[in-house]
């Protein structure tokens, strides 16, 4: 080979060594040419100790403690078999180990927010079945998101799913229910008057009283340990162009959650007080067991990812609305947390390990304060 030859070949490979790490580097830079950005390790989440996931499949949602706090009740589209998937939720019990799944509902039309009674023997519930025997119809995809208000009712059966007792018979939406702890009062949420109001009604469906007044969303309430106050979601739109079209959705059955704020108001309905002001969907709140300070999810701290969605993060913040703090970091999708009834564990849904899109499973936590 001629030696000028070489020469030139050398340097023109070290042009192209120089040329391919400019570009490699160029790409780390500006990640937008490079594809989707890894993803993120798992980033420490100290309140957080020997995290297990209880559910591998599905989607599965509002799990909440039996009294004795060894079981669970939860939402879920994944039958005991492990293998049937459904297209809308039904209600199940397992182990806090996830073992001896079981449902309770009638496996009937479309059911929601499952609660135990105390003394761990019934299960509280929402379902259409009585409507349709089929999952309700899922709404078009809109540029925001909406919930459904299906012509829901309360019932309550026994641990084994028979002895179906219906709570609730007013047409339209029956649902969101939940039990003060002492189990004497039932919250619920309620469009039996025109709006999407609280309610409260004894444990056999008697004396129903109206807690909430403000035009808009009430909902997903819960009482405190005490069984003195309740906590809960809300949107009381102000202009009269939000007034309105929250009432015409309202008249479609349809509700848009993008804005909701965390609210605490005595259990008669008295001394409502407004907790988070961050303009965000602040949803699923619960007290913790000091009944001083409230977790719920947010997706206020935390930007919309590459795909322009945004996230949802536990969050815990003092009743007066101050000192709030981000719980968890990890996941798309972290939500509806529960404090067990000793206050050692918590539980919640989130799509943290998710294999398929739109999954969501039940995860259970030690507490550490």
Same mark, same amino acid.
């Given at each position: 080979?001629?030696?000028?030859?070489?020469?030139?070949?050398?340097?023109?490979?070290?042009?192209?060594?120089?040329?391919?790490?400019?570009?490699?580097?160029?790409?780390?830079?500006?990640?937008?040419?490079?594809?989707?950005?890894?993803?993120?390790?798992?980033?420490?989440?100290?309140?957080?100790?020997?995290?297990?996931?209880?559910?591998?499949?599905?989607?599965?949602?509002?799990?909440?403690?039996?009294?004795?706090?060894?079981?669970?009740?939860?939402?879920?589209?994944?039958?005991?078999?492990?293998?049937?998937?459904?297209?809308?939720?039904?209600?199940?019990?397992?182990?806090l180990d996830g073992s001896s799944v079981r449902r309770v509902s009638t496996g009937l039309g479309g059911t929601t927010c499952g609660y135990f009674?105390?003394?761990?023997?019934?299960?509280?519930?929402?379902?259409?079945?009585?409507?349709?025997?089929?999952?309700?119809?899922?709404?078009?995809?809109?540029?925001?998101?909406?919930?459904?208000?299906?012509?829901?009712?309360?019932?309550?059966?026994?641990?084994?799913?028979?002895?179906?007792?219906?709570?609730?018979?007013?047409?339209?939406?029956?649902?969101?229910?939940?039990?003060?702890?002492?189990?004497?009062?039932?919250?619920?949420?309620?469009?039996?008057?025109?709006?999407?109001?609280?309610?409260s009604m004894d444990i056999d469906g008697t004396d129903i009283r109206r807690l909430t007044e403000e035009v808009g969303y009430d909902g997903g309430?819960? *009482? =405190? +340990? #005490?069984? @003195?106050?309740? &906590?809960?979601?809300?949107?009381?739109?102000?202009?009269?162009?939000?007034?309105?079209?929250?009432?015409?959705?309202?008249?479609?059955?349809?509700?848009?959650?993008?804005?909701?704020?965390?609210?605490?108001?005595?259990?008669?309905?008295?001394?409502?007080?407004?907790?988070?002001?961050?303009?965000?969907?602040?949803?699923?709140?619960?007290?913790?067991?000091?009944?001083?300070?409230?977790?719920?999810?947010?997706?206020?701290?935390?930007?919309?990812?590459?795909?322009?969605?945004?996230?949802?993060?536990?969050?815990?913040?003092?009743?007066?609305?101050?000192?709030?703090?981000?719980?968890?970091?990890?996941?798309?999708?972290?939500?509806?947390?529960? *404090? =067990? +009834? #000793?206050? @050692?564990?918590? &539980?919640?849904?989130?799509?943290?390990?998710?294999?398929?899109?739109?999954?969501?499973?039940?995860?259970?936590?030690?507490?550490?304060?």
């Amino acid at each position: 080979m001629h030696p000028t030859f070489s020469i030139q070949l050398f340097k023109a490979s070290i042009r192209l060594v120089l040329l391919l790490s400019l570009l490699a580097s160029f790409l780390v830079w500006n990640p937008a040419w490079a594809g989707d950005p890894p993803k993120k390790g798992n980033q420490p989440e100290p309140h957080l100790a020997n995290i297990r996931q209880l559910t591998f499949s599905g989607k599965n949602a509002e799990a909440y403690f039996s009294p004795d706090g060894y079981k669970l009740v939860y939402q879920s589209t994944l039958e005991p078999d492990g293998k049937t998937l459904r297209s809308c939720y039904q209600i199940y019990t397992m182990n806090l180990d996830g073992s001896s799944v079981r449902r309770v509902s009638t496996g009937l039309g479309g059911t929601t927010c499952g609660y135990f009674f105390p003394g761990n023997r019934r299960i509280l519930y929402s379902s259409t079945h009585l409507t349709n025997s089929y999952c309700p119809p899922q709404l078009p995809r809109t540029e925001h998101y909406r919930w459904a208000l299906d012509n829901y009712d309360i019932f309550s059966a026994n641990v084994a799913g028979t002895d179906l007792q219906r709570l609730t018979s007013a047409p339209g939406y029956d649902a969101e229910a939940t039990i003060s702890p002492n189990g004497r009062t039932i919250v619920f949420t309620s469009t039996r008057d025109g709006d999407l109001d609280l309610y409260s009604m004894d444990i056999d469906g008697t004396d129903i009283r109206r807690l909430t007044e403000e035009v808009g969303y009430d909902g997903g309430a819960f *009482f =405190s +340990p #005490d069984n @003195k106050r309740i &906590v809960y979601r809300a949107h009381h739109p102000k202009a009269e162009a939000e007034v309105k079209a929250y009432r015409e959705l309202l008249a479609q059955n349809q509700v848009e959650p993008s804005n909701l704020e965390i609210f605490i108001m005595n259990a008669d309905g008295s001394n409502k007080t407004q907790v988070t002001h961050n303009g965000r969907s602040n949803f699923a709140p619960f007290f913790l067991p000091d009944g001083k300070r409230i977790i719920y999810s947010s997706n206020v701290s935390t930007p919309p990812d590459h795909q322009g969605r945004p996230s949802f993060h536990l969050h815990v913040i003092n009743e007066d609305g101050t000192h709030p703090e981000q719980i968890t970091f990890n996941g798309h999708f972290n939500s509806f947390p529960m *404090f =067990s +009834p #000793d206050g @050692k564990q918590v &539980v919640w849904s989130s799509d943290r390990n998710a294999v398929n899109p739109k999954e969501f499973n039940i995860f259970l936590a030690d507490w550490v304060p």
